[in-house]
């Protein structure tokens, strides 16, 4: 039994398509479907590159020679790619660990390349294989994570915290592959609950892990963990996960309960074994994206200045709160007009009369957050972070959101995770709904997850959607 999601679960994300409660039984067992998604990802790597290596050889052995050196090596960065994502294929996509992956097998298989015998391994041949690779692999893990290997049954263990409101959110998204199996609680009187059919009690709970072969437990209280725990102990050589509420809605939805969350979750953000971010990394990531993309747009940024000009001043100051909770002043391009707030600080709501027609355009293609690049140049922002949010707006958010402070552990963001899952917000709710995201990025910040984030981000910028 694992106390918690293995590598192999998080990283390679061995699971699948959903199945509904009573479905019939499939053609081939689970662990049938695991072994062909294993050899498949070594397949998926092994045909592109046999095919490559034999088109640059001179003998046939040689390219043999190559090929395996090559899968091993390709092999070997995809896995640590997914593990440094530190989560599931359903929450960011295939694509950007993939992409992640395959580039770093082309630095790892370059050196080695040289040593080669019989083969003719060009700058272009290297670019081959490294496309070759990203595609056959990012489509395979799109194939695993709708099969049937990627399923997972799901035995949820008291309803009293949450619980019922873990099953109601497995049941509006059926897309993720999750079969709720049933519900262990000693305080129900009825045989369902939201639906899930109520299968016993805690003192029950050996007898129907037995005979129904959950490959995850969701303890949702202290008091079921509590009571819970020594059963599954019993059983650990069985093989299955067991996992806390907070832990289940990361996994599965990449957000977490607030409302659910006590102060020891936050534990695990500085916990000796996280997986590190290091501030450098994160930095040298904000500098390098920050200046490619003010060179990129350096050419509009005067249009748009001249544009705003024409109706009053073009760049709009405001202050906001960084990490630690620190002001610093923000800059846009402005949007609204000159006399917005008249009387102090409004939320911004959705088809906001105060916004310009210009400004509408800006903030669908969100042309109006580029001067924040010269904060993140000043390090005052982060390229992926929390959004930062008004000084005027603090008491209000930290009275009626739960945890709503710790945002501050990092630097706010130009984008961010719950911008591109929850878009823009114009209330305390909304805000609270956003940090469910936030605090999951918390934890799981990394190389691959901001990539993975500004990726989403410029598909919204090319839909416009959650724009205000």
Known sequence: MNSQFTDADVAVAEATAPLSVAASAPAISYQTALWIARLGRVGALWLPISTICLAHSTNSWAALQATILFVVCWKAALRRSYSDASVTVWTIGSAVPAAVGAVTGALLVTPLAVWAPGLSITGRTLLELTVAVFLTSTVWEAMVARSLAARRRILVVGTAAGGVGLLEDVSLAPELPFEVIGVVDDERGSDHVAGVPLLGTVQDLSAIILEHKPQIVVLTDDRSRAEAFSHLLELGHIGFSVV???????????RLPVRALTPLWFMGILHLYRRPYSQASKRAFDLGVALVAALLVAPILPILWLAVRRTGPAIFKQVRLGAGGKPFVIYKFRTMRVDAE????????????????????????????????WNVLKGEMSIVGPRPERPEFVAELENEVPFWGRRHLVKPGITGWAQVRRG????????????????????????????AICAKTVSTLLTGSGAR
């Open 244 to 254: 806390g509420l907070p832990e289940f809605y990361e996994y599965a939805f990449g």
């Open 342 to 373: 008249p009387n102090g600080a409004v939320w911004a709501a959705e088809h906001d009369p105060r916004v310009t027609k210009l400004g509408c355009f800006m903030r669908k293609s969100r042309l109006d957050e580029l001067p924040q690049l």
């Open 424 to 451: 823009y917000t114009s209330d305390a709710a909304g805000t609270g709904d956003k940090l469910s995201y936030d605090l999951w990025y918390l934890r799981h910040r990394s190389l691959v997850v901001d990539l």
